[in-house]
T-cell receptor, first 113, second 114 residues
Framework: DTEVTQTPKHLVMGMTNKKSLKCEQH?????MYWYKQKAKKPPELMFV???????INESVPSRFSPECPNSSLLNLHLHALQPEDSALYLC????????????FGEGSRLTVL | GQQVMQIPQYQHVQEGEDFTTYCNSS?????IQWYKQRPGGHPVFLIQ?????EVKKQKRLTFQFGEAKKNSSLHITATQTTDVGTYFC??????????????FGTGTRLTIIP
């Protein structure tokens, strides 16, 4: 069982819709991540929040907007997405240390029509 | 930028046979991690290696970090159906505000023939 909870598990949206993905962890971790994973590909880093501040943005298009309301929550706001954005979106967290394992949520599978 | 390649891309083995996946980085790594992702699932951490030449074992799994800290391997002895999944290595490249940018390898998908 994962200690990182993601909602919704599945999401279908049109290109004009606005939706949000949510991620929650209660392990006291201070770093939270968004990864995007296409079928049969490795996870690709999108954003990293450290101590509730955005520390890494891997040149992600502005139609993806991350938000970290507090140390336990991470959101990914979606607007005007393209069909090629369909993928599994994985949230992960780890302690504030530089090294250490990532704890992944089960992911939100997004389909853009 | 950093590239982390794994071979083979796919491996089909009979149950009970051994399996090995190899991971190669274009840059020297401070550490390397291994993850397993079951079909339809999410990546789950297996192990982290830090020292040059380090070897760690977890039951039937043996992990090795190369002397130059640019390559690593995962060996599974006597595979079981529960070993099915994709195995990823992951290495850090750069830090930003104390956080690693963990780059995942291309992955090796293991299927087991009962």
């Amino acid at each position: 069982d994962t200690e990182v909870t993601q909602t919704p598990k599945h999401l279908v949206m049109g290109m004009t819709n606005k939706k949000s993905l949510k991620c929650e962890q209660h392990m006291g971790h201070r770093a939270m991540y968004w990864y995007k994973q296409k079928a049969k590909k490795p996870p690709e880093l999108m954003f990293v929040y450290s101590y509730e501040k955005l520390s890494i943005n891997e040149s992600v298009p502005s139609r993806f907007s991350p938000e970290c309301p507090n140390s336990s929550l991470l959101n990914l706001h979606l607007h005007a997405l393209q069909p090629e954005d369909s993928a599994l979106y994985l949230c992960a967290s780890k302690t504030g240390q530089i090294t250490g394992e990532l704890f992944f949520g089960e992911g939100s599978r997004l389909t853009v029509l | 930028g950093q590239q982390v390649m794994q071979i083979p891309q796919y491996q089909h083995v009979q149950e009970g046979e051994d399996f090995t996946t190899y991971c190669n980085s274009s840059t020297t790594l401070s550490n390397i991690q291994w993850y397993k992702q079951r079909p339809g699932g999410h990546p789950v951490f297996l192990i982290q290696l830090v020292k040059s030449g380090e070897v760690k074992k977890q039951k039937r799994l043996t992990f090795q970090f190369g002397e130059a800290k640019k390559n690593s391997s995962l060996h599974i002895t006597a595979t079981q159906t529960t070993d099915v999944g994709t195995y990823f290595c992951a290495g850090p490249h750069g830090t930003n505000f104390g956080n690693e940018k963990l780059t995942f390898g291309t992955g090796t998908r293991l299927t087991i023939i009962p």
